[in-house]
């Protein structure tokens, strides 16, 4: 059945109006992201994380909230979820779950202050088992 000029132009407006209407996010680029945990290499259980957020001119990313979801590479896994708080300009701690022995990637997402945020991708290779 084919679609009419009318209906073209309909749908074509509600895509323009669904892709404006997402809300913006503006990736600080160039940002370092250095993920440390104790304990190191990381095990399973609770692992204290040190975040370490700095801009491509190596300035600290202060006043960010930041969060954590911690996955392991394969699937059917439930994530663990952190909040981490900021220590000192830049640099953010808390903790994690690390539920199984494996391999694990942690997202990190901060947002700022000023309306910039960023989301990287961590790997974690070899969490031990106990």
């Not at 779950?97 to 700022?112: C, I």
Request: aromatic share 6%.
């Amino acid at each position: 059945m084919a679609m009419s000029g009318v209906s073209r132009w309909l749908i074509l407006g509600c895509l323009v109006l669904l892709v404006a209407c997402r809300p913006a996010t503006s990736d600080v680029p160039g940002a370092q992201v250095d993920l440390t945990w104790d304990p190191a290499p990381p095990a399973v259980g609770q692992a204290q994380l040190l975040l370490r957020l700095r801009d491509a001119a190596g300035q600290p990313l202060a006043g960010g909230k930041v969060r954590l979801e911690g996955n392991m590479n394969h699937a059917g896994m439930k994530p663990s979820f952190g909040e981490l708080n900021e220590v000192e300009p830049g640099s953010y701690a808390g903790t994690l779950e690390f539920t199984m022995g494996g391999d694990w990637f942690v997202l990190v997402t901060a947002t700022f202050p000023d309306g910039t945020s960023l989301e990287r991708k961590v790997d974690v290779a070899g969490v031990k088992a106990r």
